[in-house]
């Protein structure tokens, strides 16, 4: 079984732009779960979508927000990027997301120039 | 106070040598345990989950979950210089859908 994959692995933007990071679940996963991991505050939680529905969110800014398919691929994007932003951002898939194993992808290396 | 605390390190330990890593935690809440080993610049990867208190062991991996001390650990046994990484625990409660909380990780090196 393939597991979670996020595209693109790095991304290089100027600050003010905005971003899309994509992420494939593992086949039968319905949950999905973003965060973001920097040397200073480490592995951080975003947010959980669920069959299309966010069910779950962090404590981080508006321009951080998502999206789910029906497939159960997910979407996030940050917009007008900040400096802070740089860092990695991985996604985690489980079957329900009501705490059951989560996997995670490879992740995307944000940098922010 | 952050509600899971871990050491950072660094921890070094020769070949062969038991590991333990170990984690405490603050929200009674937490029901699902997880241990996490992530090499440099690459997603964590799942080692051991536990769902509530007790032991389980996974070829040289053990780990342990004491709710009544809100304590964590994970036994290495055997380790090897393949080993070497950053271990993260992880857990969630049974109402905040799809949220693990970190610990700051420990890195660990097992020198040959």
């Known amino acids: 079984k393939a597991g979670v994959t996020q595209t693109p692995r790095y991304l290089i933007k100027t600050r003010g732009q905005q971003v899309t990071l994509s992420c494939s679940p593992i086949s039968g996963h319905r949950s999905v779960s973003w965060y973001q991991q920097t040397p200073g505050q480490g592995l951080q939680f975003l947010f959980e979508y669920f069959s299309e529905t966010q069910r779950n969110k962090g404590n981080f800014p508006g321009r951080f927000s998502g999206r789910q398919f029906s497939n159960s691929r997910s979407e996030m994007n940050v917009s007008t990027l900040e400096l802070g932003d740089s860092a990695l951002y991985l996604c985690?898939?489980?079957?329900?997301?009501?705490?059951?194993?989560?996997?995670f992808g490879p992740g995307t290396r944000l940098t922010v120039t | 106070q952050k509600e899971v605390e871990q050491d950072p390190g660094p921890l070094s330990v020769p070949e062969g040598a038991i590991v333990s890593l170990n984690c405490t935690y603050s929200?009674?809440?937490?029901?699902?345990f997880m241990w996490y080993r992530q090499y440099s610049r690459k997603g964590p990867e799942l080692l051991m989950y536990t769902y509530s208190s007790g032991n389980k062991e996974d070829g040289r991996f053990t780990a342990q979950v004491d709710k009544s001390s809100k304590y964590i650990s994970l036994f290495i046994r055997d380790s090897q210089p393949s080993d070497s990484a950053t271990y993260l625990c992880a857990m969630m409660t049974s109402s905040n859908t799809g949220k693990l909380i970190f610990g700051q990780g420990t890195t660990l090196q097992v020198k040959p």
């Open positions: 985690a898939s489980s079957q329900t997301g009501g705490g059951d194993e989560q996997y």
């Open positions: 929200n009674s809440a937490f029901q699902y």
